[in-house]
């Protein structure tokens, strides 16, 4: 009787000692994914056109141009730099939503998020109205991770910051 005892003690004991290294695989696998993922995203930040196109929008965009005639009205160069800058952080929030990228890779650059959003919040507004259509929200996601980041209290935004 005892040695059954111990024998069903042994049994739940690997069982549970074989759940946990199969969840543990997994979880590594799953992190494997964000590998690929996040080094794309980090040549792309790492070149120095990518500073200068993020300098541009952040310090020089409100001051030089007017955001009365939206994104599509800015002169070709200040276009591509904004839609550049704002595209790579908003398609680096889609990617961390499809679980592809760690919450810690969007914590590094928090601050960012807020800098590119209110730098291009008054032209991708405009550019919303000029394009008549009210249920197509342009930069949603944008948005709506700057506000989050703003909004959140300072322990969860030492997490996202």
Request: proline share 5%.
């Amino acid at each position: 009787m005892l040695l059954n005892l111990v024998a069903i003690a042994l049994s739940a004991l690997a069982l549970a000692c074989s759940t946990y290294l199969a969840h543990r695989q997994v979880t590594l696998m799953h992190r494997s994914a964000y590998l690929p993922v996040y080094l794309a995203f980090l040549n792309e930040f790492r070149s120095m056109e990518f500073h200068d196109r993020y300098r541009f929008v952040c310090e020089r965009l409100p001051h030089e141009h007017e955001p009365g005639n939206g994104l599509s009205g800015l002169p070709d160069e200040a276009r591509r730099a904004v839609l550049d800058i704002a595209y790579y952080f908003q398609n680096l929030i889609l990617v961390w939503r499809l679980s592809l990228l760690d919450e810690q890779v969007l914590a590094t650059m928090g601050i960012r998020f807020l800098r590119v959003w209110d730098a291009i919040a008054p032209f991708v507004e405009r550019e919303r109205e000029l394009m008549g259509a009210p249920e197509f929200r342009l930069m949603s996601s944008l948005e709506a991770f700057a506000e989050e980041v703003r909004q959140s209290r300072p322990p969860r935004r030492r997490r996202l910051l």
